[in-house]
């Protein structure tokens, strides 16, 4: 069996930490950056070092941000309507958010969800943050849109018993059937759930 190079052993095993990323994708990587340019390697590496220096959390949602800025852009545009919070989970929860452009409130991110498998209780997440928020009167209405999993639903129902005794309307994202999908290809979950948030229409 051939010994790698240390140098190459130590970067394979690097990115094979990623998320869905395994050892033989780690491996083609690795290779593919050996063989690349000088210059992509040293952006790469100066991409990654910068990642973290170069970035805070925002004070106020804890979105991510440049560093040393108190304030994301979203919590400091004036012209982002400030009664209406959507809870999210994660940063990239907030770009996918926008992307739809339907929504042009204010965020507030979680940085996870409840999890006590993995030990992840509601002191690890910003969820104090977020009640001290309503507890301010910041919010007319909360929109929960934790992902649609064990762990989200189990935030969003928590959450939702934390914000009980605060005059605030409490809502959560529709789920149902994606738009050009077929019932027969649906689950089971989906279906009920699409049944269940019916509309009338008009």
């Known amino acids: ?5 240390a140098p190459v052993q130590n970067l394979i095993n690097a990115l094979a930490r990623l998320p869905g990323i395994g050892p033989k994708t780690a491996s083609r990587l690795a290779f593919y950056l050996l ?6 390697g ?18 106020i949602c804890y979105n991510i941000t440049l560093a040393g800025q108190e304030h994301c852009e979203i919590c400091a545009n004036p012209q982002r ?3 209406t919070i959507c ?7 907030v770009l996918a958010m926008e992307r739809t452009g339907g929504f042009n409130g204010r965020y ?5 969800v409840l999890s006590p498998i993995e030990g992840i209780g509601p002191d690890d997440l910003k969820i104090r943050q977020l009640v001290e928020r309503v507890r301010n009167g910041e919010a007319k209405e909360i929109i929960l849109a934790t992902n649609p999993s064990m762990e989200g639903d189990a935030t ?5 018993q934390q914000l009980l005794s605060y ?17 027969e290809y649906a689950d089971q979950n989906t279906l009920l759930r699409a049944l269940a948030g019916r509309q009338e229409i008009s």
């Open 108 to 112: 507030h991110v979680l940085q996870g």
């Open 156 to 160: 969003a129902l928590y959450l939702r």
């Open 1 to 5: 069996m051939a010994i790698l190079p």
């Open 87 to 93: 809870v999210v989970e994660e940063p990239m929860d």
């Open 81 to 83: 309507a400030d009664g």
């Open 167 to 183: 005059p605030v309307r409490v809502t959560r994202l529709a789920r149902g059937l994606p738009v050009g999908s077929d019932l």
């Open 42 to 59: 040293e952006q790469l590496a100066r991409a990654l070092t910068e990642l973290k220096s170069a970035t805070g959390t925002c004070s």
């Open 35 to 40: 063989r690349s340019s000088d210059d992509l």
